[in-house]
T-cell receptor, first 111, second 114 residues
């Protein structure tokens, strides 16, 4: 059974610092990995999608890497801003097109 | 496309009442998923459909929960009777059949059972 873990559960940084969020998964037989952002009381917004054949994916200040063999992904957010404060979730897609989610990392960027 | 549409956005009901949550997936998507999010357990997959057929309902917590997908553009998740511990945010998501496809989520239904 696939298990996805995100460490740390919470992170607080001053504005301008780079953010590093970690995601690990137990079964490397995945199709892809998706990073989401969730604001309090809101839905999930997809940030980046990395296919199993890719090593990284970039969008603006966001960069996500994937090391499928070791079961790890990292989301980097450069030059953090208070507007980046949210919960970040990673999810892996495996057989059956099912997404298995990690517990999320709650990020606070202090002005 | 307007994305995945869920209704209602908020539902408050009394214990013992029937609750029906609704979802309209993105047109053309073959897969539809129902998730539940709680503080204690995070996001859990309840059930998913492929081409309107339920594929895996092993995440449905109890027989009080049931889901249907009568056609490609509509699905319901029903709880009967509802209990306070069912209070959570319920998300619907859809994706195409491509293994590489991205999943898109609705805004969720916040259910409170009092």
């Amino acid at each position: 059974k696939q298990e996805v873990t995100q460490i740390p559960a919470a992170l607080s940084v001053p504005e301008g610092e780079n953010l590093v969020l970690n995601c690990s998964f137990t079964d490397s037989a995945i199709y892809n990995l998706q990073w989401f952002r969730q604001d309090p009381g809101k839905g999930l917004t997809s940030l980046l999608l990395i296919q199993s054949s890719q090593r990284e994916q970039t969008s603006g200040r966001l960069n996500a890497s994937l090391d499928k063999s070791s079961g790890r992904s990292t989301l980097y957010i450069a030059a953090s801003q208070p507007g980046d404060s949210a919960t970040y979730l990673c999810a892996v897609k495996a057989a059956g097109n099912k997404l298995t989610f990690g517990g999320g990392t709650r990020v606070l960027v202090k002005p | 496309d307007a994305g995945v549409i869920q209704s209602p956005r908020h539902e408050v009901t009394e214990m013992g009442q029937e609750v029906t949550l609704r979802c309209k997936p993105i047109s053309g998507h073959d897969y539809l998923f129902w998730y539940r999010q709680t503080m204690m357990r995070g996001l859990e997959l309840l059930i998913y459909f492929n081409n309107n057929v339920p594929i895996d309902d092993s995440g449905m917590p109890e027989d009080r929960f049931s889901a249907k997908m009568p056609n490609a553009s509509f699905s319901t998740l029903k709880i009967q009777p509802s209990e306070p511990r069912d209070s959570a945010v319920y998300f619907c998501a859809s994706s195409s059949a491509d293994d590489r496809a991205e999943a898109f989520f609705g805004q969720g239904t916040r259910l409170t059972v009092v």
